[in-house]
């Protein structure tokens, strides 16, 4: 689905001919029929000018952003054009659009200094930039090219994904692989001085009040430090924690590489490898219902080389297996109720779990569960 | 849902012809609260003509509730209104900015000569939607596009059927136009009520983004039935969005089995009522014998349908979020809390729960399923059968809303041997032999790539001809049969030796043989009836296959297969976790 650039082309409405392909490369890829079928959507009316337009049609996906420079010294009183990007028709191409939209601002400019674009002699080297950039993407997916001593177009392909979840005060970040290595070197002052805090078990808020941020700071750090795969979020290890196995265990019974890295990760003395059956029993024997104090009593992990906080932290790693949150739902409306509820009634609706209630209220999880396990008017859902 | 805009922002109907392009009629239109100037659309007063920013631009384009702002009429007309062969009787799909605008132009060929003047040469309806939404709600929104502008077309050609309805529209344009400045209302108001094609397409905008579905006969003929499946879903499900991964209907049809079983989402009778006149006779059978007590394939027998048939009657279920593939309802069935489940204390759910079941609190009877519950745990000591009863239909009533999901057990084969890594190679190449082996019944098991394909998958013969066990069994009977004529001659009859042989077996050829020990030091092992049924099961230990499909593949009782898993235990694993196709 995510294809290679097919083509660029670089058209413009030339004073006599009308809308026109200039430049392509490579040539003749899209046929001036074809042009003259969507010419409209390409070298547009004025008020879509500098917007981004996706034409599906005649068999491709191009994308373009049509550019109107006013000025009387023009044949008529404007120039315009517009490059555009041509793609087959089921490539998914938003990850295109700024460049072309970045694109299109740069030519633009490059007019507005140095006539680039109504110089014959400046334009011949049109074609060549935009083979260039056609090569340099598909590659690599960036280049910079440069123009002359003022200018070197830079692009740039972002990836395809989602932005990821606001981070939550009580949530863990943990790195993806070993830290990396370039941590000390290359981040901004306050990335890096969260990294240091990061170990897989400090939670958010407390990270936050270890390294002397802002939270909010912290949180959005730790956000991009997730999209660009530095760290994941898991959940907070807490003995009373309940966990489920997801149909990804089969992954871990399967993969080899997988089994390796986990035998690696769960051991809780460097050089004693646990047995690979006791790590599998312990995943398959995590249900809602047993706490992993319940575990530890029952299978006593530390005998089996098993730390049971890293065999936690690597299933939530790899999804093997999910954090069951208990939600607590007070089931009468009314303002009636003991003195210490009032100060977390707001958060008894259902919606919110309680960790979260926990990380808010400031109250530590032992009292909390207390106060909610001794109201039966409120219940607890697990999920 | 309130907070989510329609993904559906408007229609727009666009004509070409001989006096140019025209913008007959869309909707939504300004609401009045709006300050309308002149005709046609207002321009919003406070937007301010940037030319330079190319930032800032881009909201000059996109909507604010729905309304299209910053596109003229005439500028809409002129880039909708397809006049080009090449272009027209294709799908068409521009995307500008955050908009994007479906349709389905087509071509007139010999329109008649009207009296006024103004032929049609062509015509566009088309859908504008956020640019935000995946390919295949887009296609979804072509369809519909397509189906319109066909039917639209043959009545056309039919009794101009088009060209009146143009008719009526232009002169209300004209009509609305010579009115004084201070009685300019929009015009497109007065057309709705004039034209009977401008009052559908308000009413298909309108149901499409209340209930997802389209009905209605374009010119009293011919009949647009349509429907969004994604947006069905979610609004039946009332929580869970289907948007993200619309993709997981499809799949869960495809991974559909005999032993499936269907819950309606809506009583029969309703179903039944709401289902179209010519519908074929065999949905309606399914429809009244459906329970979510049996299989398909009792179904099938009972409302005498081929399987293949209640397959593809299912699937058209599904699709149209009329009921949803379960494992029916049994007693060793265990659920568990969707985490997905809404558990807010005072929601439109409460409330139905409490009218549906009196005295009920929703929260109460969610949190009984916090933790993995069978079904006859539900039952108490004291219970009698009609509470007993209303449990099952507390269930049920769960799983219609996707409250609840169901948890399966799979079974592992983990030995316990010293060394699992051997040479990385070694390991990968037995595991690409082993997924080989899959390959070969994943290939006879769900080989279709769509929907009505993936029913006649499923027919009772490929299954009974394509189970693991069955190829185990053939491939078994070889080398036991060998044996006996081997051994009497060498009259050597040790149980050690006929181990030895049921360990070469295929199934057992790509395991170390650390991991053949394993299996021989197990004290059922001796007992050659149980090591030939472990041997027949062996292919399903690796998690993919949940006991309930094992019992059906190899047509076991579910006692048997557990005492099995309980005397292999020490190589055997059980896991617990949901279905990852239901």
Redesign the interface.
């Known amino acids: 689905m995510s294809g290679t650039i097919k083509c660029i082309f670089y058209s413009e409405f030339h004073p006599t001919a009308g809308p026109k392909i200039a430049y392509q490369v490579p040539e003749e890829y899209l046929s001036k029929?074809?042009f003259?079928?969507?010419n409209?959507?390409i070298i547009t009316?004025p008020?879509?000018?500098?917007?981004?337009?996706?034409?599906?049609?005649?068999g491709h996906k191009i994308i373009g952003c049509p550019v109107r420079i006013e000025d009387k010294k023009y044949d008529r009183n404007a120039l315009m054009f517009n490059c555009c990007f041509m793609f087959e028709n089921?490539t998914?191409t938003a990850r295109y659009e700024p460049i072309v939209?970045k694109l299109?601002?740069y030519f633009r400019q490059l007019e507005l200094e140095s006539g680039f674009l109504s110089d014959e002699k400046k334009k011949e080297s049109i074609p060549v930039i935009l083979q260039d950039i056609l090569t340099k993407l598909n590659q690599s997916g960036s280049c910079g090219i440069f123009i002359n001593e003022f200018c070197t177009i830079d692009l740039k392909l972002s990836s395809n994904k989602e932005d990821p979840k606001p981070v939550q005060d009580h949530d863990v970040p943990v790195f993806t692989s070993d830290k990396p290595k370039t941590m000390y070197t290359n981040w901004d002052l306050t990335t890096h001085q969260v990294l240091q805090y990061i170990d897989g078990y400090n939670h958010v808020a407390k990270i936050a009040a270890e390294a002397d941020i802002e939270i909010n700071l912290v949180k959005a750090c730790l956000q991009n430090l997730v999209h660009i795969d530095v760290i994941t979020i898991v959940s907070i290890f807490q003995y009373s924690n309940m966990y489920?196995?997801?149909?990804s265990?089969?992954n871990l019974?399967?993969?080899?590489?997988l089994?390796?890295e986990c035998?690696k990760c769960v051991a809780s003395k460097a050089r004693v490898k646990p047995?690979?059956?006791d790590v599998?029993?312990l995943?398959?024997s995590l249900?809602?219902?047993l706490t992993v104090k319940g575990l530890c009593m029952r299978y006593n992990p530390r005998s089996l080389n098993i730390d049971e906080k890293k065999l936690v932290q690597f299933g939530l790693k790899n999804k093997l297996i999910?954090r069951l949150h208990g939600?607590p739902?007070?089931?009468t409306?009314n303002e009636d109720m003991p003195q210490s509820l009032k100060k977390i009634s707001k958060w008894?609706?259902?919606?919110h779990c309680m960790d979260e209630i926990s990380c808010k209220s400031g109250l530590n999880y032992k009292d909390l569960d207390e106060m909610i396990e001794n109201d039966a008017s409120i219940?607890?859902?697990?999920? | 849902m309130s907070e989510e805009i329609n993904e559906l922002l408007s229609i727009i109907l666009v004509t070409s012809g001989s006096r140019g392009y025209k913008l007959l009629f869309k909707y939504p239109f300004e609401s009045k609260e709006r300050p309308d100037k002149g005709k046609g659309r207002a321009k919003n007063p406070y937007a301010v003509k940037i030319?330079e920013d190319?930032k800032r631009?881009?909201d000059q384009?996109t909507t604010s509730q729905g309304a299209l702002v910053?596109?003229?009429d005439e500028?809409l007309a002129?880039?909708l209104g397809v006049k080009?062969s090449?272009?027209c009787g294709?799908?068409?799909?521009?995307?500008?900015?955050e908009l994007r605008f479906i349709g389905f132009p087509v071509l007139l060929d010999d329109a008649p000569e009207n009296k006024t003047g103004h032929k049609i040469s062509s015509f566009n309806v088309i859908f504008v939607l956020q640019a935000k939404h995946g390919?295949w709600v887009v296609s979804c929104y072509q369809d519909l596009a397509k189906q319109l502008s066909v039917a639209l077309k043959h009545e056309e050609e039919r009794c101009q059927y088009l060209s009146i309805q143009a008719k009526i529209m232009s002169t209300v344009y004209e009509e609305v136009s010579s009115l004084p400045e201070d009685m300019l209302s929009s015009p497109f108001e007065s057309i709705i009520q004039k034209s009977e094609l401008a009052s559908q397409l308000q009413q298909i905008y309108d149901s499409l983004n209340q209930q997802g579905l389209a009905q209605l006969y374009i010119n009293h003929w011919i009949e647009i039935n349509f429907c969004l499946p994604h947006k069905l879903h979610y609004l039946q499900s009332g929580f869970r969005s289907f948007k993200k991964e619309p993709e997981s209907i499809e799949k869960s049809l495809k991974s559909l089995r005999p032993y499936h079983g269907i819950l309606l989402l809506q009583s029969q009778s309703v179903l039944l009522e709401t289902l179209p006149v010519d519908c074929t006779p065999a949905l309606s059978r399914l429809v009244q014998v459906a329970n979510p007590l049996r299989s398909l394939q009792t179904l099938a027998l009972e409302a005498d349908l081929s399987l293949f048939q209640v397959f593809q009657l299912v699937c058209h279920l599904v699709y149209w979020a009329k009921a949803v593939v379960i494992y029916p309802l049994c007693e060793t069935n265990i659920y568990?809390?969707?985490?997905?489940?809404n558990?807010?204390?005072?929601s439109k759910l409460v409330e139905d729960f409490t009218q549906e079941f009196p005295g009920k609190?929703l929260?109460?009877e969610?949190?009984e399923f916090?933790?993995?519950t069978q079904l006859r745990d539900t039952h108490t000591m004291l219970s009698n059968i009609g509470s007993t009863d209303m449990k099952v239909s507390m269930v049920v009533w769960m799983l219609q809303r996707h409250l609840l999901i169901q948890l399966h057990q799979?079974v592992?084969f983990?030995?316990?041997?010293?060394r699992?890594?051997h040479k990385?190679s070694d390991?990968?190449t037995k595991?690409q032999i082993?997924?080989d082996d899959w390959n070969i019944f994943d290939n006879s098991l769900q080989r279709s790539p769509s929907f009505s394909d993936a029913a006649s998958v499923t027919s009772d013969e490929s299954v009974s001809l394509s189970t693991p066990g069955m190829l185990v069994a053939q491939l078994s009977k070889s080398p036991s049969s060998e044996f006996t004529a081997e051994s009497s001659l060498t009259t050597v009859t040790s149980e050690e030796n006929k181990m030895f042989w049921i360990m070469q077996e295929s199934v057992f050829s790509n395991l170390t043989g650390e991991e053949k020990e394993c299996i021989l030091h197990v004290p059922a092992a001796k007992n050659m009836d149980d090591l030939r049924m472990f041997a027949r099961l062996f292919p399903y230990f690796?998690?993919?296959n949940h006991l309930e499909e094992i019992m059906y593949f190899e047509n076991l009782r579910r006692s048997q297969l557990l005492t099995l898993i309980e005397k292999f235990k020490e190589v055997l694993?059980?896991?617990?976790?949901?279905?990852?196709t239901a």
């Open positions: 029929e074809h003259d079928a969507i409209i959507y009316k008020e879509l000018q500098t917007h981004l337009i996706t034409v599906n049609a005649v089921q998914r939209k299109a601002s489920a196995a997801t149909d265990i089969r019974a399967t993969d080899p590489i089994q390796e035998l047995n690979f059956r599998f029993m995943f398959g249900t809602p219902g999910r939600y739902v007070r089931l409306q008894l609706n259902g919606n219940v607890m859902c697990w999920k | 030319a190319f631009i881009k384009i910053g596109l003229s500028s002129f880039h080009s090449l272009l294709e799908k068409f799909n521009i995307k500008i900015e390919p568990v809390l969707s985490p997905m489940a558990t807010h204390g005072s609190s929260p109460v969610l949190s916090s933790f993995p799979y592992f983990v030995p316990r041997v010293r699992r890594k990385i390991e990968t595991v082993v997924s690796c998690g993919k694993i059980l896991c617990t976790y949901q279905d990852p």
